[in-house]
């Protein structure tokens, strides 16, 4: 079947299987730093945004994002420069596997989270895993990104 | 120089990492470049009947047992292991072939169309199993170690014990779940095998190599790639995989990757060994803990690995920070049906350090002593002596660290608080560890096996390069190396580069594991330094070498373990605050309060960075992480069912530094990483007992268990 799909801001039309996954869609036009691991939604590694929310690519169907907007991590490069040097300054970055991922979700954050509190931050990082950093870094670094570090 | 080494820098390796540009072993491809899977064992234990195989399509290959030199076996510790089950299997999972070619698809087709016919033994399940059996899966009494420590003269003590005390703790599984699966790519060409990868470890998979294809030293090239978190996991593990990519490029005569799905990783590579842990104390009429016996019994698995410097670790720990004159420590690493028990961050210090301060606390319990004060009578001093009668040569902090523990997390206050809050029916709990870890490796391992070498290059430009065979897996390798070089030659660190090892360049300076990068690799690199800047004007570009030596006044005997086990300890007090759920018996928890003697910090935000994950990694052993085995399968194989702490889990954590030096460590530096993990799982199973107050041996601590004492009793 073929779908039309908005990637980093770029009109393209694939011609896809029904069971292929978003995942799937941008490994075929080579973007690296979305990753798959869990295959199952849980891990966060392949997250992208979808019309500027996160998905998992890894189980999202392609079909279903037809006509919507994809957005990787290529494409806030400016805005990912700039939280990532929050990152590095509180020592979040150590593997940094899942880094890529964890960006995504702080820039949609970013646009759609009401209440910049710790407990709401938490919450919505909560699909994305790491197991280097206890998530402490993350924090502060989120706050400061958001200016509502104390 | 008036430089802090300690102020934080820049880490080089994150800009890659945050674009996503820095390439892990998934991201790699080779021109040709084709994919293995492995066709695992179904079974727990059995003979191998016979394997049908389909036809191939073209460009598709089977690589099994045939393919590989006898006598077929890998050498990690021992060589008890195949790299292709040759024609038993031990555990569900094993190795038995791989399937290789170009598509994933047609590859998973082909696995599934493989029928292999067992011939079923009795599997050994569990520990008692194992020492009992009389079908043993490793030499006469299916140990793959069994040793005795002894101090003092327990005998002795035993006479004249005012009180006697004794308890039995147990620990589950763990499994790393470093983000990034195992990885690697074998690359055969004109003769040469190159390894690519995600690994701790390129000399062990070099060595491991050079023995099981019986190479010459040239024909064996290994290339760490980024790799995306190990914690132990990739210390051992990737040898067996490079084992089998390379016989796979062998036989394909094109390179070949194998990547693991994160499901396959959980179920079947390297764990952390579970144990049961008996203590018995004798103690005088002031309380004073005279002697102690100890019977420790960790779960080895399948396979040897490397259960035998764990099972001492653990040993040599047993202890605690608590100085007992009398010891009789036994302990036993029993073989099992189940997947490898392997190295974990702490290797097999977690393990005892719960037993001995679940054990310490239930002695207060039982006679009503103060927990705190009980403790602190028992404490380890200058001078003492340790588990193995080596001498604490350093200044130790702990009383000092625990006033201060006490100061930030207003201990007191709120432990009387808390018993006020609980009769109003609000479960709060708070609990306190105290613990050390043993730097480097255990016993005289850097001296009679590593014997590391290091290399700085300086170049034309001025620039100078590190050669090591040590590795940036996350934990800052790369940037406290490059520290410790630019600050001893007082250049920018702009100017000293650090790049993926390559055995082909670089020098063996041993394995990334037991913080020895900074307290050892890290010393050799500052006398490298040092001997370079006397240097620096002879030529353009120069090289020089340091070695490892093993520090005056220390001693060890392996066959007896008499000695120092090791040349620095590092210490920590943890304190957890957790609130339970009263219906529930879910635990959230509050606040973490850290204090750690690390010698000199490198770099403050990677020490940090260390201090929070492995606390919180600490809590996720001791807490949600369950790992359960029935029948020879986990009954957790997936990341949906084996979970780990996420952004939720997670405590404030508050930690802090109170430094003693360590004269051979760079500047001062002793080990890290393991230490911030061996304290939470004690504090946070003593603070659930608080919040309860029932007494808990086990961990993880888990709901149902919980609700299971109180219903029943123990």
Redesign the interface.
């Known amino acids: 079947m073929k779908i039309f799909l908005k990637i980093n801001k770029k009109d393209m039309e694939f011609d896809i299987k029904g069971s292929e996954t978003v995942y799937d869609i941008l490994k075929s036009i080579n973007i690296?730093?979305?990753?798959?691991?869990?295959?199952?939604g849980?891990?966060g590694?392949c997250t992208v945004l979808l019309n500027g929310k996160p998905i998992p690519s890894c189980s999202y169907l392609a079909a279903k994002a037809d006509g919507g907007h994809i957005t990787?991590?290529?494409a806030v490069?400016e805005e990912?420069?700039k939280f990532?040097r929050f990152?590095?300054?509180?020592?979040?970055?150590?593997?940094?596997?899942?880094?890529?991922g964890f960006?995504l979700t702080v820039m949609s954050m970013k646009d759609n989270l009401k209440n910049f509190d710790d407990e709401s931050?938490?919450?919505y990082?909560?699909g994305?895993?790491?197991?280097?950093?206890?998530?402490?870094?993350?924090?502060r670094a989120i706050k400061k990104y958001l200016g509502v570090a104390e | 120089m008036g430089r802090d080494i300690a102020l934080?820098i820049?880490?080089d390796?994150?800009?890659a990492?945050?674009?996503?540009?820095?390439?892990?072993t998934?991201?790699v491809k080779f021109e040709n470049m084709l994919y293995g899977k492995t066709l695992r064992s179904k079974i727990a234990r059995g003979k191998i009947k016979s394997i049908k195989y389909p036809s191939l399509p073209e460009g598709y290959y089977i690589v099994d047992k045939d393919d590989v030199p006898k006598p077929n076996k890998l050498k990690i510790l021992k060589s008890d292991m195949s790299v292709f089950a040759q024609d038993v299997v031990n555990y569900v999972g094993e190795p038995i072939a791989l399937v290789v070619g170009e598509d994933k698809e047609i590859i998973d087709n082909i696995l599934s169309k493989i029928e292999v016919e067992y011939e079923n033994i009795q599997p050994i399940l569990t520990l008692e199993e194992g020492l009992n059996t009389k079908e043993p899966i490793y030499g006469d009494n299916n140990l793959f170690a069994d040793y005795v420590v002894e101090k003092g003269d327990i005998n002795e003590v035993k006479n004249r014990a005012s009180y006697v005390y004794e308890g039995e703790y147990e620990t589950g599984y763990q499994e790393?779940?470093?983000?990034?699966?195992q990885g690697i790519i074998a690359d055969f060409k004109d003769g040469k095998i190159t390894i690519y990868g995600s690994m701790q470890c390129p000399y062990y998979i070099k060595n491991a190599l050079l023995d099981f294809f019986k190479a010459d030293s040239d024909k064996i090239r290994v290339v760490q790639l980024t790799?995306?978190?190990g914690?132990g996991g990739k210390e051992d593990y990737p040898s067996l995989i490079a084992a089998q990519a390379a016989a796979a490029s062998i036989k394909c005569k094109r390179p070949v990757k194998i990547v693991y799905?994160?499901?396959e990783d959980i179920e079947f590579t390297t764990k952390r060994h579970p144990s049961k842990i008996k203590l018995k104390s004798y103690l005088d009429d002031n309380f004073k803990v005279i002697g102690m016996e100890a019977d420790i019994i960790l779960d080895g698995g399948a396979y040897a690995s490397l259960s035998e410097v764990v099972l001492q670790r653990a040993m040599f720990a047993i202890s605690g920070v608590y100085n007992i004159e009398n010891l009789y420590v036994k302990g036993r690493a029993v073989a099992t049906n189940k997947a490898i028990s392997g190295a974990f961050r702490g290797f097999g210090a977690p393990q005892a350090f719960f037993a001995i301060e679940i054990h310490m606390e239930h002695i207060a319990k039982k006679f009503n002593l103060n927990p705190l004060d009980f403790k602190i009578n028992n404490l380890i001093k200058r001078g003492d002596k340790s588990s193995t009668g080596g001498t604490f040569r350093d200044e130790i902090k702990l009383k000092e660290m625990i006033k201060r523990a006490e100061i930030m997390s207003s201990y007191n206050e709120k432990k009387s608080r808390f018993k006020e809050e609980r009769k109003e029916g609000k479960l709060k709990g708070i609990g306190m560890s105290l613990f050390f870890h043993g730097g480097g490796f255990t016993g005289s391992g850097e001296r009679d096996h590593i014997k590391a070498k290091v290399k700085l290059l300086k170049k034309i430009d001025e620039t100078v390069e590190i050669l090591i065979s040590n590795v940036e897996?996350?934990?800052?390798a790369m940037t406290t190396s490059r520290k410790i070089v630019a600050y001893t030659l007082n250049i920018p660190i702009e100017k000293v580069i650090f790049e993926n090892p390559d055995t082909d360049r670089v020098p063996d300076s041993g394995p990334t594991v037991a913080s020895r990068t900074t307290v050892v690799v890290g010393e050799l690199l500052r006398e490298a330094a040092e001997e370079l800047k006397n240097r620096w004007n002879e030529n353009e570009t120069l090289i020089v070498e340091a070695d490892y030596k093993y520090p005056e006044g220390y001693e060890w005997d392996g066959d007896k373990f008499k000695g120092d086990a090791y040349t620095s300890y590092s210490f920590g007090v943890n304190v957890v605050e957790v609130e339970v759920d009263s219906i529930t018996y879910e635990s959230t928890i509050k606040n973490v309060y850290a204090v750690y003697d690390i010698g000199q910090a490198i770099d403050e935000?990677?020490v940090?960075?260390q201090i929070?994950?492995?606390?919180?990694?600490g809590l996720g052993y001791a807490g949600i992480e369950v790992m359960e085995n029935k029948e020879g399968r986990f009954l957790q194989r997936?990341?949906?069912d084996y979970i780990?702490?996420?952004?939720?889990d997670?405590p404030?954590?508050y930690s802090e530094l109170l430094c003693e030096p360590f004269k051979y460590g760079p500047y001062g530096a002793k080990a890290l990483g393991e230490l911030t993990f061996v304290g939470s799982p004690p504090a946070y199973a003593l603070s659930v007992e608080d919040a309860l107050g029932l007494e808990i041996s086990n961990i993880p601590v888990r709901p149902e268990n919980i609700l299971e004492v109180l219903r029943h009793g123990k």
């Open positions: 690296t730093s979305v990753r798959k691991s869990c295959d199952s849980v891990c590694l990787t991590i290529e490069e990912a420069e990532g990152m590095n300054e509180e020592g979040a970055v150590q593997c940094a596997y899942c880094t890529p960006v931050i938490n919450k990082l909560v994305n895993l790491c197991r280097c950093s206890g998530y402490q870094g993350h924090l | 934080s820049r880490r390796d994150a800009i990492k945050i674009s996503g540009e820095a390439k892990y998934c991201d790393q779940f470093y983000l990034e699966t790799t995306g978190g914690f799905d994160r499901d897996m996350g934990q800052g935000r990677i940090k960075g929070d994950g492995g606390i919180v990694q997936t990341s949906s780990i702490p996420t952004s939720k997670v404030y954590i």
